[in-house]
């Protein structure tokens, strides 16, 4: 399961160049590691299923940089709570 990949949804694409700064920030703000994917890294992820990974079945490899976890982030906790 892909998530925004460079050429894909993300940069190097016509709607990404539409979007603003602050539109694209805020896409990307929803990614844990705020920022697309890269074709290499999905080549990558291909490479090991093909070559490692022969007792692998039915499974969902999931390479969305942490949107699924992301999207839903953790609320600054007040002064003085983690810090005491």
Avoid at 2 to 11: A, P, S, T, V
Avoid at 37 to 47: H, K, L, M
Avoid at 65 to 81: A, D, Y
Wanted: charged share 25%; glycine share 12%; with cysteine.
């Amino acid at each position: 399961m892909l998530g925004l990949i460079q050429n894909r949804h993300g940069e190097g694409t016509r709607g990404w160049k539409l979007l603003s700064e602050r539109e694209k920030k805020a896409i990307n703000s929803q990614c844990l590691l705020e920022r697309t994917g890269t074709p290499e890294e999905v080549a990558e992820a291909s490479i090991f299923l093909i070559r490692d990974a022969d007792y692998m079945t039915g499974s969902i490899i999931r390479m969305d940089g942490g949107i699924i976890l992301g999207s839903q982030k953790v609320p600054p906790f007040p002064e003085g709570i983690l810090n005491s």
